[in-house]
Every structure is written in C-alpha cells, then in structure tokens.
C-alpha cells in the first residue's frame, strides 16, 4: 500500500489529431511524459472525470492525475500542466463519494422526484417549506430577490442541518453525516 497524491487538471481536449475517439489514459501519459520538462513519477495513468459517453458531446473535460509524490503533485498544481499543447488548470482531488440528498424531505439515498415523505428544509430544519422555497422573514433582506442556487441563504438565515441539527446547511462538508 503507497499513498497516491492525485490532481484534478481541467480543461483537457477531448479531441486530438491522430487520435480516434476519447484520448485513452496511455495516450494522455504519452503526451505529459513527452512534452513536460519536468519528470513525474506517476501512480498510475490519468483517466478521466466521468464517462466515455457524457464526455463525448464535450469539446473539453477533467482528467484525474495520480502521482507517487506530494512534491510532483504539487508541481503539477503550482505550474499548471500541458496537455496536447494546452495549459490546463490544475488542483487538488480528493475522492469523496457523493451522498445522495431529497431536496423535499431532506432524507438520505433517494432524490425529490420519487419522495412522499412531508417537506423539510435542508438550510434552516423547517417543516414548513423546502430548501427551494427557503425565504428570509426579514423585510429588508434583498437576498433572494434575485436567483439564487437552492441550498443558498442569506445572513438572517440561523442554519440547523436536518440530519445532525448542527449550525449548518444541508450539505455542508463539514457535516459529520
């Protein structure tokens, strides 16, 4: 067992010349170990940040990059990295499973098209409407005047997270949930 340090570059052509379809994760190797001066140790070959088919309609897409060192990793993040002849983003990836939240009820493993369950708000713990409804009670707040992504609150809000009542919304990383 090696620790591996993995990066998130984005930005990554989907379409190459010479190459038919997908770039694959040895040809995307290839190009990294030819064309960058610096010489990395890799973990193992890049692949790519979702599937063949979605990444198909798309001009560009993610590659994860898996490094036996902290230091390379954190090389390729300071300096960006080149990839058929493009300067692509690069960050930090930690692989977190997605846990599956109903914007209706707040309950776990299962989204709000399907729910019968009573509502509850997953910013503020309220019965009596969602976290898409989810409003200020205060008359001078202009928050959400505009269009805001669901989940969002204004400075009024006092969050209590539906699974763990802590001072948090919903899907807070810092949830223990």
């Not at 009670?137 to 928050?143: A, H, K, N, S």
């Amino acid at each position: 067992d090696q620790a591996w340090y993995q990066v998130l570059v984005n930005g990554v052509s989907t379409r190459v010349h010479d190459v038919e379809g997908l770039p694959s994760g040895m040809e995307i190797l290839a190009d990294l170990n030819e064309f960058s001066s610096h010489k990395y140790d890799w973990a193992s070959q890049p692949r790519w940040l979702g599937s063949a088919n979605d990444l198909e309609h798309k001009t560009r897409g993610s590659v994860i990059l898996a490094f036996k060192s902290e230091a390379d990793a954190l090389h390729a993040i300071e300096h960006s990295v080149c990839v058929f002849g493009q300067l692509c983003s690069a960050r930090r990836f930690e692989d977190v499973p997605r846990l599956r939240t109903c914007d209706n009820c707040c309950g776990l493993d299962h989204t709000a098209c399907i729910c019968t369950k009573p509502k509850r708000c997953g910013v503020c713990g309220s019965n009596d409407h969602t976290i898409s409804s989810h409003s200020c009670d205060q008359m001078v707040c202009e928050f959400y005047s505009t269009s805001r992504p669901a989940g969002s609150h204004c400075e009024h809000t006092k969050l209590k997270c539906p699974h763990c009542k802590g001072e948090h919304a919903m899907r807070d990383p810092k949830c223990a949930v």
